[in-house]
C-alpha cells in the first residue's frame, strides 16, 4: 500500500515569490492535514482538509493557504515568500473520521532565499 | 497558549539499555496522545499511541505511560537498538475542539555501542 506521497522533495525559491506543494494521501484517506517544522518553533500545525473542505486552521498569516481535490490530493499555497518561510512542510492523512491514525509522508523541505 | 512540551532534548543511552523518554502536556482536555520518531529526512512515523481513559499501553519493545494527574507522558523502549537513534515527539489531541496534533519540542535519542 503507497504511503503519503509529497512533491517535490526540495525547492528553492526566492524572497517575494510563491510557491505550491502537493500531497497525496494514502488510498481511501479523506483528511489531510499540514504541518509547518522548523528547528525554532518545532511542527506547527497549518490546517486540515476533508471532503474537499477546511475544518480546521491553525495560527498562519493568510499567505498560508490551501486546498483539497475530489481525489482527496491536496495543495498548499504560500504567497509572498519571507526567509522565515524556509522549512519542511509535512502533510498527514487519516481517514478522518473516527480515529486518528495520522501518516505523514516526508515531507517537502523549502528553502527561502 | 497551551502546548505540549518534553523535558529533556537529549537523550543518550547504551545499546540494549532501557530508554525512557518524557514529555509534560498543560491542556487538560487533550484525551489522546501519541508518539512519533522521525528520523533523519523524514517525516514523523507512529510508534504508540494512547486515549486518556488509560495510563498505560504496551506494544513491541514499546511502553506508553500516562499520569493525568500531573499530566505527564513517557515512552519507554526496552533493548534500545542502534536503530532506535532518531528525535522523538510526542504529541496531543483534545477530540473535544480541533482535529489538530499539537507537537512537543522533541528529544533526540541516541544510541551508543
Known amino acids: 500500500k503507497a504511503g503519503v506521497t509529497q512533491t517535490p522533495r526540495y525547492l528553492i525559491k526566492t524572497r517575494g515569490q510563491q510557491v505550491t506543494l502537493s500531497c497525496s494521501p494514502i488510498s481511501g484517506h479523506r483528511s489531510v492535514s499540514w504541518y509547518q517544522q522548523t528547528p525554532g518553533q518545532g511542527l506547527q500545525f497549518l490546517f486540515e482538509y476533508f471532503s474537499e473542505t477546511q475544518r480546521n486552521k491553525g495560527n498562519f498569516p493568510g499567505r498560508f493557504s490551501g486546498r483539497q481535490f475530489s481525489n482527496s490530493r491536496s495543495e498548499m499555497n504560500v504567497s509572498t515568500l519571507e526567509l522565515g518561510d524556509s522549512a519542511l512542510y509535512l502533510c498527514a492523512s487519516s481517514l478522518g473520521e473516527g480515529g486518528y491514525g495520522y501518516t505523514f509522508g516526508s515531507g517537502t523541505r523549502l528553502t527561502v532565499v | 497558549g497551551e502546548s505540549v512540551g518534553l523535558h529533556l532534548p537529549t537523550l543518550s543511552v547504551q545499546e540494549g539499555d532501557n530508554s525512557i523518554i518524557n514529555c509534560a502536556y498543560s491542556?487538560?482536555?487533550?484525551?489522546?496522545f501519541i508518539w512519533y520518531k522521525q528520523e533523519s529526512g523524514k517525516g514523523p512515523q507512529f510508534i504508540i499511541d494512547?486515549?486518556?481513559?488509560?495510563d498505560k499501553r504496551q506494544g513491541q519493545r514499546v511502553t506508553v505511560l500516562l499520569n493525568k494527574t500531573v499530566k505527564h507522558l513517557s515512552l519507554q523502549i526496552a533493548a534500545t537498538q542502534p536503530g532506535d537513534s532518531a528525535v522523538y515527539f510526542c504529541a496531543e489531541i483534545d477530540s473535544g475542539s480541533a482535529r489538530q496534533l499539537t507537537f512537543g519540542s522533541g528529544t533526540q535519542l541516541t544510541v551508543l555501542p
Open positions: 491542556n487538560s482536555a487533550s484525551d489522546y
Open positions: 494512547i486515549r486518556s481513559n488509560m
